[in-house]
């Protein structure tokens, strides 16, 4: 069997956003696992217009394209979610907007209030409509972990309830990313 081609999507593009931390995390246990492979996708490489701005540049609509064409390569993905006012980043909304996930696993590590809880559901939603699967669990980065990483020079992996759902989130993802991909084949050839 083929290796997944997973893609962890680093959600924030704020100045001095933590979203790198938990992106290099998972994707080093992404990386760890023989049935996956691992790209993190960093939304500051992909400057976009607001999906259905009428004055998006040409630069914009261009990185809009080679962003859709980017996400094409994977078989499944997993967020970085930033909550703010108890609902995902803008940045990382109209990225999922302008991308393409159908038919695809789609899985999240959150942080923020609640550990990223309530931004997490919305997203939830979100995908449905996009016609892709979330996956049930979710990573969820405490405050107190939060600034145990940034304060106290601290790593996720020292965490054993986040390395336990990173295993489930990630034996969740190459379930349904194989299935999804089998059934996709399907439709393709026929």
Request: net charge neutral; proline share 3%.
């Amino acid at each position: 069997m083929t290796k997944l081609k997973i893609a962890v999507i680093v959600g924030s593009t704020r100045i001095g956003r933590f979203a790198e931390h938990p992106a290099k995390w998972i994707a080093e246990l992404v990386g760890q696992r023989p049935d996956l492979d691992v790209e993190i996708l960093d939304l500051l490489d992909y400057p976009m217009h607001f999906f259905g701005e009428a004055r998006a540049t040409t630069a914009e609509s261009d990185s809009a394209e080679r962003w859709k064409k980017k996400l094409r390569e994977f078989d499944g993905f997993i967020f970085t979610v930033a909550e703010y006012n108890h609902a995902p980043t803008a940045v990382l909304k109209n990225a999922i907007d302008l991308g393409e996930f159908i038919q695809k696993p789609v899985g999240f590590v959150g942080y923020g209030g609640v550990g990223g809880a309530r931004a997490v559901e919305q997203l939830r939603l979100i995908f449905v409509e996009m016609n892709a699967a979330s996956v049930k669990t979710g990573v969820h980065i405490a405050f107190s972990e939060y600034l145990a990483v940034l304060k106290e020079g601290k790593s996720l992996g020292d965490y054993a309830h986040l390395n336990e759902a990173a295993k489930n989130l990630l034996d969740q993802i190459t379930w349904w990313g194989n299935a999804l991909k089998a059934a996709r084949s399907v439709v393709t050839s026929a």
